[in-house]
């Protein structure tokens, strides 16, 4: 009888779906500790992870481990190198949090252009006047710039065509066909695009050590641009974002990610009024979870079973499938 090892906290659709099926035991730890989940990954067949560390010293002291499965679409944190060395399957939950993490984004952008955070401190310390600078903005007619135009950048492209504002797109995979075919523009040179863009958002993976957006890139933006980050942590230098902001060489920025997560208690962008900071909560609607847990445990099951999809295995190439 497969044992399940469920590594940290996941909604409770999840756990009736585990419940419910027969002839699978499991273990459930419901926080985020890599410790509590590592100490029992000696007697699991099969892994349930959300963003905890996998390391191979782990992986090693899991002999009975045949599939690991996401609770998620990132895996930067498991070391694939040892599950392909062991002929281990990853599998992702596919697309089921893409719209959850546009419309964040989209958050972002309108909350920052409409000053929304400056405002309402302003109206709790009685500053009503403030309305009269006259400085937040519209989005119609702005250009946006889509960094990584994949199934979340082409939702947040919808989005913002609805609100009436030029999209270009910074994209590797985008072939100037491609963008005329969805209205917008295509851009082969990212510091050309950052240039003229009044917003930019981030949909891109992270490759390599270097930020995507370090301090030649945030020098060449409008000062009035504003610059959003829901993909991952690392992509934008923090400390070349701070100096941005101190120096007013950019008008404001929201991140739902970070370098290190959870960031430093006094991280230094904490007490700016023209920055929103999230929890790496874009992907984290009740509706996603729910997607999430489900797709993540049927993915394991389905292993047992005998019938996993292979679209959703990441290593599929390095397993010979």
Known sequence: MPHLLIAGPIHEAGLDLIQSAPNVTYD???????????????????????TQPLRAETIARAPRLKIVSRH????????????????IPLTIVGDVTSRAVAEHAMMLLLALAKKARIYDNAVRRGEWT???????????????????????GRHVMRMAQGFGMHVLAYSPSLTSQDAMTLGIERSADLNEALQ??????????????????GAAQLA????????????????????????????HALAGAGLDVFQDEPPAAHHPL???EDVI??????????????????????NALDYFEGRLNPALIVNRLALGL
């Open 28 to 50: 459930y730890v419901p926080n985020l500790s890599y410790d509590e989940y590592a100490a029992l990954i000696h007697k699991a067949d099969g892994l349930v992870i959300r």
């Open 130 to 152: 403030l309305r009269n600078r006259f400085d937040s903005v519209e989005l119609y007619g702005k250009t946006l710039l889509i960094v990584g135009l994949g199934r979340i």
């Open 72 to 87: 998620g679409v990132g895996y930067d944190a498991v070391d694939l190198d040892a599950l392909n060395q062991r002929a």
């Open 270 to 272: 904490f007490g700016r």
């Open 196 to 213: 003229r863009a009044d917003f930019i958002t981030l949909h891109a993976p992270k490759t390599g050590e270097r930020p995507l957006i």
């Open 277 to 298: 900071l999230t929890p790496h909560t874009a992907s984290l609607t009740t509706e996603s979870a729910i997607r999430m847990a489900v797709v993540s445990i049927q």
């Open 220 to 247: 060449s933006m409008k000062p009035t641009a504003i610059l959003v980050n829901t993909a991952r942590g690392g992509l934008i230098d923090e400390q070349a974002l701070l100096h941005a902001l101190n120096t």
